[in-house]
């Protein structure tokens, strides 16, 4: 059977598959440069493997369709895998389908995601009862993309899901519906779950764009009262379908998309979705796209493949070349390495293949909305693994649509320009202009170069971390003009068309036109400026632009002998001057990374303050279907810390998971891969590359263990005295461990750091820059790094690798690494006022003379309206009895720097700060006598 030739079609993936070519064993894949396998897996999930559909770049089409390629996975006709075959579930004859439906939808074929390696989804990673969730997860999916409009429930699964198995059932669906993959949308089933009152948490969303529309949406379905603050006149943000009309006689009119116009991908798309959903056909991107060069003439085709063929070459060697660098590659841009490459292998060296190569940089300056010169080298296209395959499609009528369905029923109050945001333990205050909105949470969804320029204020200022991941991430610009003519005087089948400039620094100008007359309902051509054009193109007088682009159309059709008419109306797009989004998207610039994504969707106060929005999408940046499924995602945050918050837990895991965490964590350390004094570290061992990611674990008051490394005399007697008046509030030799992550090269220079492991820690904190946080701190990443390493040792002993591994070094001298720990300590507060600095000298052997015994005096604890204050180690796996710790004695305070922050807080409660013992909270299991649970509860839960 041909695969279908009409333009018009629907997004369901499963109208795709039966044109889906399955390999031989004599083709080889076309996939080229995936991503690195998925961790090894016992045999059960080998047969679930295939590769990832590669990237398509927006801008001119490729010549073919993206398509998956993938082995034949197991049915009734194949013969079964042996001992497992009847330990793995058979739900349908053909789970291949659904295998790639779950694909589409971001999840792999062979393991589990990160998100749901965090959720819990099974109780062991690998194995059986891994492949029957992967199984049933792609069954809903699939059943759900089959029939969009309808809410699929549990019980639809109950007859095609074992019995034995409905407990992964229920796992799956819940996973499902709270992130977002099933039952989301604007269909009528999706509106009837709306209820009629909204009970849950008071939630402010600032911007109405696809980000915001999409959370709250999601939010009010399940019970929040949401409130959308935006600062235009309208919805959609970046997105906007404007109607142009015009003409005397003969009235002309069309919609056209001014701002996100493509959808990059069917397969999965949730935009392609809500089309589905409101019955709205797409309409795809022709992959015709002639070339024209600076004088209107046609360029030779034979000279376009060669200069196309000579740049693909050039990014494959740039690609290697970063490989090569390693980290330097990250300060390097990939416009420098491009034009070395085109230099030394003199590809593109006559006028013509300049013009070309230089269109075709154009093309990629707009793909990211970036200067090729401002790319960073290492991670420019660190999101090409994971962009949805099928084909590049319009929605006919403009993607307003889309927005218009979304912002039904959703309270959104309009020209509320938002300029400060507070947020604290009792909630948080948004201020627009004279007015205040108050609520429990707020989601920002502002476009990242509104957070650059620093517009919205935050109170308390965002943490350090998040300001430089907004300064890193780039944020580009892509401009359009877009005309409205009498008539078609283009050939019909044509969907673009490039044209070639003379001028490097003005490549992007006008270089490629886009035909919207066959999904604007009128004749409209769409010119777009791109790079460093798009910059210049923000201060060109309109009627100028216009003029510019008339000529360009009339050099190219008038020697045919077609005439070209004046535009009835034209609209030139500022996008870098609008104040509501300062640019068009985000890239990766040079010195960032796709971490900084990670970092801005992070959340900010406790879960008080949350962001979306394309630019905290890695998998998805710079799309549309990024800046909607990253509103989901945070719906579904906003609703695990509210509920949390409700229960009075810690956020983000039950101690039950914690402790199984925790456990694995601990089983895996057992047998570290490297081990030297305090410090050991854990890695995947099969993977040789030094910038592979690690696993540091530093450990305090540990017995200490017969070693060849000895500290020096001043490191063991400075403080002991001090020592000895604390040693007693940690719990009695209790060991403490931190963790953090490092690449292995870091591992291996911290090893040969020399001087003990005082010295090594100034090394790791100083000269490396990293920080030692708690179990939860290291986020999904660890969670997955754990799987992985666990899956690898799972049919093999212990061994030493090639990395040296176990030094047998001496543990740390007790007590040194704590008491450098205790004095970072700092005063945490739970008013609008800062806290106060703590005093950063350094305990030395002087004040730990000065320090007496003193006698405790009695505990104190505050009411419900007291300034609540208390110490904060920071975040701890297996943490002591804070309020033992926190009941030293003053001396103790003054020793370890922290006395500025008490005093201050004693002086506002008119006390005398050294008459007093520092204020605790109650902790449950110190049996203190004290019970003032709810406050311990509320800084477990600031932990």
């Known amino acids: 059977m041909d695969p279908p030739t009409s333009d018009d079609f629907s997004s369901l993936p499963l109208e795709f598959i039966p044109f889906l070519p399955l390999p031989s064993q004599t083709t080889p894949s076309p996939i080229q440069n995936q991503p690195a396998p998925a961790p090894a897996l016992p045999d059960p999930n080998a047969f679930l493997s295939f590769p990832i559909p590669k990237k398509r770049r927006r801008g001119r089409p490729q010549k073919a369709q993206t398509s998956f390629q993938f082995p034949q996975l197991l049915t009734q006709k194949q013969q079964p895998i042996p001992d497992i075959s009847e330990e793995i579930i058979v739900i349908n004859k053909d789970p291949t389908n659904e295998a790639v439906i779950g694909l589409s939808a971001g999840f792999p074929a062979d393991s589990l995601t990160e998100e749901e390696i965090d959720a819990r989804v099974v109780t062991n990673i690998g194995g059986i009862e891994q492949v029957n969730y ?24 109950f007859n095609s899901v074992p019995k034995h198995c409905h407990g992964l059932l229920e796992s799956a669906y819940n996973y499902l519906v709270s992130h977002g993959y099933i039952n989301f949308g604007v ?48 919805a959609g943000g970046r997105v906007y379908t404007k109607k142009m009309e015009g003409g005397d006689g003969n009235r002309v009119s069309a919609l056209v998309d001014l701002g996100g116009s493509v959808l990059t991908g069917t397969l999965g798309n949730p935009l392609g979705i809500l089309a589905r959903q409101l019955g709205h ?108 395959g099928g084909y590049h499609c319009f929605l006919p009528g403009g ?60 109170i308390p ?143 900010v106060g406790d879960g008080r303050l949350f962001f979306a929005g394309e630019a905290t999408m890695r998998r998805y940046p710079a799309t549309m279907h990024g800046a909607f499924l990253s509103g989901l995602r945070e719906a579904e945050n906003i609703t695990h810390h509210a509920s949390a918050r409700a229960l009075r837990v810690k956020v983000n895991r039950s101690p039950s998971d914690n402790a199984h965490i925790c456990a694995s964590l601990a089983d895996l350390f057992r047998d570290p891969d490297m081990e030297f004094g305090s410090f050991s570290v854990i890695f995947v061992r099969n993977n040789p590359d030094l910038k592979s990611t690690a696993i540091l674990r530093v450990t305090f008051n540990e017995p200490r263990k017969k070693t060849q490394e000895s500290s020096r005399p001043d490191q063991q007697h400075s403080n002991k005295l001090l020592f000895q008046q604390l040693q007693s509030h940690f719990n009695q030799q209790q060991p403490l461990r931190v963790y953090t992550l490092l690449s292995k090269q870091q591992a291996l220079e911290l090893r040969e750091v020399r001087g003990g492991d005082e010295m090594r820690m100034n090394y790791l904190c100083e000269k490396l820059g990293v920080k030692l946080i708690g179990r939860k701190g290291l986020g999904p990443t660890a969670d997955s790094l754990i799987a992985s390493i666990k899956a690898e040792r799972g049919g093999r002993k212990a061994s030493a690798t090639s990395l040296g591994l176990k030094s047998g070094v001496s543990k740390l001298q007790k007590g040194t690494l704590k008491r450098k720990l205790v004095r ?39 009411g419900a309206g007291g300034s ?21 004695p003053v001396p103790c305070a003054k020793a370890l720097g922290v006395m500025d922050g008490v005093s201050a807080m004693r002086s506002e409660n008119g006390s005398n700060a050294s008459e007093l013992p520092i204020y605790h909270a109650a902790c449950p299991q110190a049996n203190c006598g004290v019970e003032n649970v709810s406050l311990w509860r509320r800084f477990c839960e600031s932990r």
């Open 461 to 603: 200022e965002l943490p350090q971390r998040k300001l430089d991941g907004i300064k890193r991430l780039g944020y580009g610009l892509l401009n359009k003009v877009a005309m409205l003519f009498p008539y078609m005087f283009w050939e019909t089948d044509l969907g673009t068309f490039g044209h070639l400039t003379d001028n490097t620094s003005s490549r992007g100008e006008f270089f490629l036109f886009y035909s919207y007359a066959t999904v604007a309902g009128g004749p409209v051509l769409i010119a777009l400026v791109a790079g460093e054009a798009a910059h210049t193109f923000e201060s060109m007088p309109p009627t100028d632009a216009v003029t510019q682009v008339i000529q360009i159309l009339k050099g190219i059709y008038e020697p045919q002998g077609i005439t070209v008419p004046e535009p009835i109306q034209t609209v030139c797009t500022r996008w870098g001057s609008d104040p509501f989004t300062l640019g068009s998207y985000s890239n990766v610039a040079v010195g960032a990374s796709g971490d900084d994504y990670d970092i801005l969707a992070e959340s």
């Open 187 to 234: 269909s009528q089933s999706i509106k009837e779950k709306f209820p009629q009152e909204y009970t849950k948490s008071n939630v402010i969303v600032v911007g109405a764009g696809l980000a915001g529309l999409s959370a709250a949406r999601q939010l009010m379905r399940l019970g929040f009262k949401v409130t959308v603050l935006e600062g235009r006149k309208r």
């Open 399 to 458: 993607n307003g649509r889309l927005v218009q369905a979304l912002a039904e029923n959703v309270q959104i109050l309009y020209e509320k320009t938002v300029h400060t945001i507070r947020h604290g333990s009792d909630g948080v205050r948004v201020i627009a202009g004279s007015q205040v909105f108050e609520g429990d949470m707020v989601l920002c969804t502002v476009p990242l170069g509104v957070l650059k320029s620093g517009s919205i204020k935050f």
């Open 868 to 888: 609540e204050s208390f110490l904060q180690l920071g975040t701890l796996e297996n943490p002591l009895c804070y309020s033992q710790l926190l009941k030293m």
């Open 281 to 388: 056909s797409m309409h795809k991107v022709r992959d015709k796209c002639p070339l024209y060069s600076v004088d209107g003439k046609p360029v030779d085709l034979d000279m376009d493949m060669k200069v196309e063929t000579a740049f693909n070459r050039l990014l494959d060697k740039a690609s290697r070349l970063r490989q090569l660098m390693g980290d330097v590659s990250v300060d390097v841009s990939l416009g420098a390495a491009l034009e070395t490459f085109r230099q030394v292998y003199e590809d593109a060296v006559n006028k013509e293949e300049i013009n070309l190569f230089n269109w075709h940089c154009a093309n990629l300056e707009y793909a990211n909305a970036g200067l090729l010169s401002k790319l960073s080298l290492a991670f420019w296209d660190q999101d090409d693994p994971y962009d949805m």
């Open 824 to 862: 970072r300590a700092k005063i945490v507060r739970s008013s609008n006022k800062p806290a106060p600095l703590p005093n950063s000298n350094m305990v030395n052997a002087k004040a730990s003379e000065e320090i007496q015994t003193t006698n405790q005096a009695p505990p104190e604890t505050y």
């Open 134 to 157: 992967i199984l049933i997860r792609n069954h809903i999916i699939t059943k759900w993309r089959e029939n969009v409009n309808v809410w699929v429930t549990k019980e639809m699964f």
